[in-house]
């Protein structure tokens, strides 16, 4: 088990670099977006990207699910789990051809075609990333992301900078940079040595199938849970407005790198660890360091959030500002579904995770529609932290039933009320919340100290031992 800490600690590690760079990268992104693109030119390319972002599972049933599952297993054969998966996303692909010609025969969407290349090349990268990061290429896989952000960055600045060609520029840059990782991991790793079309095995295509599929529907009701409120902005409010929430949610990225992060590796470690007598014990000291590490990262994030909206957004953006401090505390929440959700895929029971999905992503639409009439774009922000709340709730709960995780419940109390006193201070605006709310997030820190100090010296102990 000490090797699977340390095992667990290198894969964070890798993946940490590899996603501070790509998301440092987004950040200085977004400067030149909003300075190069007016609010509605940047809503409807976001608006497309993110429906690229619902669609592509559906392109390829998820199949990429079930790919990294099986390839992490002693037991499979790569060589069947990657030509069977994907055997059925090239299978899918006219499919989605035609759904595409029909899409755009009846809408008439300008976009459509961008939008139909994006979904495609979006499936087969992420096939043959989760394939790479099931065999343990995670220095791979890391890398590949970095080096298509420098795409991204690159393509951005030509087509948008110097070409002018604005939202064709931004989807065509996406398109490039999703291309060019596609190509990086297939040669990384060699995919041509583990696909063949005599190893597409019928019955593992049902197995595969049978565990992606859930996924689906839950990967749709999440686009609803983290996407939705965009649309319902845009509709209740006006283009520009949902520009301002557009901009406003890309900040909380500092959050959700850390949950990435956390998720690639945990992914690993849990599947690899679910079939040991301890784990109860193991994945409980998992959640508690996680969890800290989860609530002082959010916290410190708050915190400055007033001094990195001057940095992060162009006066016309500026007034986004004040929507961040929410957006933050409701991705520090959806931090903790995310742990219990890779449970599930660790015991390979998937039917609960879209359950939990389905009845929070049904709590955020209602709730956004209602108070979006109320409160305007505040109503989809305080539906959306509603949403992440009830599952992860549900899921804690839902995910004893094979697991059992102490989760030290007195701490959660005291971080998440903290993390709310500096929403409100920055909310509200009122004057110097920038220097409480970092005292807040020093005291924080603090209490994590002394309250886990018996787990830091056990950590201690266990890396500075050989092997």
Same mark, same amino acid.
């Given at each position: 088990m000490k090797r699977a800490y340390k095992r667990l600690v290198s894969d964070t590690m890798v993946f940490a670099v590899g996603n501070m760079l790509t998301k440092l990268m987004q950040f200085l992104l977004l400067p030149m977006y909003t300075a190069l693109l007016s609010t509605e030119q %940047?809503? =409807?390319?976001?608006?497309?990207?993110?429906?690229?972002?619902?669609? %592509?599972?559906?392109?390829?049933?998820?199949?990429?699910?079930?790919? #990294?599952? %099986?390839? =992490?297993?002693?037991?499979?054969?790569?060589?069947?789990?990657?030509?069977?998966?994907?055997?059925? $996303?090239? &299978? /899918? $692909?006219p499919v989605v051809a035609v759904v595409g010609i029909a899409g755009y025969a009846f809408t008439g969407f300008d976009y459509t075609w961008y939008l139909v290349a994006l979904c495609l090349v979006t499936s087969f990268k992420t096939v043959c990333m989760q394939f790479a990061k099931g065999l343990g290429k995670t220095k791979l896989y890391a890398a590949s992301g970095v080096i298509s952000t420098l795409v991204l960055c690159g393509a951005g600045y030509l087509l948008l900078g110097v070409l002018r060609a604005g939202i064709i520029g931004y989807l065509l840059a996406l398109i490039l940079c999703q291309a060019t990782q596609l190509l990086l991991v297939t040669i990384g790793a060699r995919m041509w040595r583990y696909f063949s079309l005599g190893s597409i095995d019928g019955d593992l295509m049902r197995r595969l199938l049978r565990y992606s599929i859930p996924?689906?529907?839950?990967?749709? $009701?999440?686009?609803?849970?983290? /996407?939705?409120?965009?649309?319902?902005?845009?509709?209740s409010s006006g283009i520009a407005v949902a520009g301002l929430y557009t901009a406003a949610s890309k900040l909380p990225a500092v959050m959700n790198m850390l949950v990435s992060v956390f998720q690639q590796a945990w992914q690993i470690f849990s599947a690899r660890e679910y079939s040991a007598a301890d784990?109860?014990?193991? #994945?409980?000291?998992? #959640? *508690?360091?996680?969890? &800290?590490?989860? /609530?002082? $990262?959010?916290? /410190? &994030?708050?915190? =400055? =959030?007033?001094?990195?909206? *001057?940095?992060?957004l162009s006066s016309g953006f500026y007034e986004a500002r004040l929507f961040v401090p929410l957006l933050m505390f409701g991705a520090v929440v959806n931090g903790y579904s995310t742990y219990f959700g890779v449970l599930y895929n660790a015991a390979k029971q998937n039917r609960m995770i879209f359950v939990t999905t389905v009845v929070g992503a049904l709590s955020n639409v209602v709730l956004s529609v209602l108070l979006a009439t109320e409160i305007g774009v505040w109503g989809p922000i305080v539906g959306s932290v509603v949403a992440y709340s009830i599952i992860s709730i549900s899921r804690a709960f839902d995910t004893r039933k094979f697991v059992r995780i102490e989760m030290d419940l007195p701490y959660q109390v005291v971080g998440l009320s903290m993390l709310l006193a500096e929403v409100a201070l920055l909310s509200i605006g009122i004057v110097h919340a920038t220097v409480i709310s970092l005292g807040l997030s020093v005291a924080l820190v603090a209490f994590t100290i002394v309250r886990y100090r018996g787990l830091l010296g056990g950590a201690t102990a266990i890396f500075k031992r050989k092997g």
């Open positions: %940047y809503g =409807i390319g976001e608006l497309v990207n993110n429906m690229s972002e619902l669609l %592509y599972p559906l392109c390829c049933l998820g199949i990429y699910e079930g790919v #990294f599952r %099986y390839s =992490i297993d002693r037991d499979s054969d790569p060589r069947k789990v990657l030509s069977t998966g994907v055997s059925v $996303a090239f &299978a /899918l $692909a996924m689906v529907p839950n990967a749709l $009701a999440w686009w609803f849970v983290n /996407l939705s409120g965009r649309y319902i902005v845009l509709l784990r109860s014990r193991s #994945f409980s000291i998992v #959640f *508690r360091v996680y969890s &800290a590490l989860l /609530l002082c $990262a959010g916290s /410190l &994030a708050i915190a =400055i =959030i007033e001094p990195l909206s *001057r940095v992060m």
